[in-house]
């Protein structure tokens, strides 16, 4: 490819890739086989790709994944916020998955230091968290705008779901939070009433979520949420903690 045509996928200002050359469907079929390498367990996963800064040599694991993360706004947002934990992207769509590598490399270059601790991993959520992750290794999951799947025959598709919760809660600390939001009710009712429901989680009371950073950024870092905002739509959160069941306390 000629230098000049590489150097045009990226803002000459910025330095950071440009999106329309990136962009891709707004969802992709998670049921669908898709070509991609796949660590077969989490002790597989060459974090030194990932995070060059930190390996080898370093003992850290990543805390916190942004599942479906788009063209990577929140986790942009959060390299900052928590500088000294790893944390990743996951996203099935190739383009996009690619954009949001370039943008994290682009922002390395530009602030030397930063943005060291945020990677991306083009993967499919729904069938390879367990290859990824060890039991309790999460401290934080985000759902941000997840396909909404409308017709019902589909809903097996949606990314949060009773079976999908038990996978979650494997890989989530006790204490570990997971954060949903959506722009569409039905969809938002659904993601509440499965967590709601489901005995490794219970939500955060309203001074928890006041208090906490991250609850802003949810419909403020990502190109979605900041259109619900442009169009002044409406948005519905669902914020959980994994909890030791009940009938596990005793």
Same mark, same amino acid.
């Not at 009433?193 to 609850?215: G, I, Q, R, Y």
């Not at 259109?227 to 948005?235: D, L």
């Given at each position: 490819?000629?230098?000049?045509?590489?150097?045009?996928?990226?803002?000459?200002?910025?330095?950071?890739?440009?999106?329309?050359?990136?962009?891709?469907?707004?969802?992709?079929?998670?049921?669908?086989?898709?070509?991609?390498?796949?660590?077969?367990?989490?002790?597989?996963?060459?974090?030194?790709?990932?995070?060059?800064?930190?390996?080898?040599?370093?003992?850290? =694991?990543? $805390?916190?994944?942004?599942?479906?993360?788009?063209?990577?706004?929140?986790?942009?947002?959060?390299?900052?916020?928590?500088?000294?934990?790893?944390? !990743?992207?996951?996203?099935?769509?190739? =383009?996009?998955?690619?954009? !949001?590598?370039?943008?994290?490399?682009?922002?390395? !270059?530009?602030?030397?230091?930063?943005? $060291?601790?945020?990677?991306?991993?083009?993967?499919?959520?729904?069938?390879?968290?367990?290859?990824?992750?060890?039991?309790? $290794?999460?401290?934080?999951?985000?759902?941000?705008?997840?396909?909404?799947?409308?017709?019902?025959?589909?809903?097996?598709?949606?990314?949060?779901?009773?079976?999908?919760?038990?996978?979650?809660?494997? !890989?989530?600390?006790?204490?570990?939070?997971?954060?949903?939001?959506?722009?569409?009710?039905?969809?938002?009712?659904?993601? =509440?009433?499965?967590?709601?429901?489901?005995?490794?989680?219970?939500?955060?009371?309203?001074?928890?979520?006041?208090?906490?950073?991250?609850?802003?950024?949810?419909?403020?870092?990502?190109?979605?949420? $900041? =259109?619900?905002?442009?169009?002044?739509?409406?948005?519905?959160?669902?914020?959980?903690?994994?909890?030791?069941?009940?009938?596990?306390?005793?």
């Amino acid at each position: 490819m000629p230098e000049t045509e590489v150097k045009s996928t990226f803002n000459k200002s910025t330095g950071l890739p440009r999106k329309r050359f990136y962009r891709a469907r707004a969802h992709s079929n998670p049921l669908s086989d898709s070509h991609f390498p796949v660590p077969i367990s989490p002790s597989h996963v060459d974090y030194s790709l990932h995070f060059p800064h930190f390996f080898p040599g370093s003992s850290k =694991k990543i $805390q916190f994944a942004d599942i479906g993360c788009g063209f990577g706004g929140l986790l942009i947002s959060l390299a900052t916020l928590f500088p000294e934990t790893l944390m !990743v992207g996951m996203e099935l769509r190739d =383009k996009v998955s690619e954009y !949001v590598k370039e943008r994290i490399l682009s922002l390395r !270059v530009a602030n030397p230091g930063q943005y $060291q601790n945020v990677s991306v991993v083009r993967t499919n959520s729904m069938k390879y968290i367990p290859n990824y992750f060890e039991k309790a $290794q999460l401290s934080k999951m985000f759902f941000l705008f997840p396909d909404p799947h409308f017709k019902e025959k589909n809903h097996r598709r949606r990314v949060i779901s009773p079976f999908l919760l038990d996978e979650y809660a494997y !890989v989530l600390e006790v204490g570990g939070i997971i954060y949903t939001i959506t722009d569409v009710e039905e969809l938002g009712d659904w993601m =509440k009433s499965c967590l709601e429901n489901h005995p490794m989680f219970e939500a955060l009371t309203e001074k928890e979520l006041e208090a906490d950073p991250v609850v802003k950024l949810l419909s403020s870092a990502t190109e979605e949420g $900041q =259109k619900v905002a442009r169009n002044e739509g409406q948005t519905f959160q669902a914020v959980y903690r994994r909890i030791v069941p009940s009938d596990q306390t005793s």
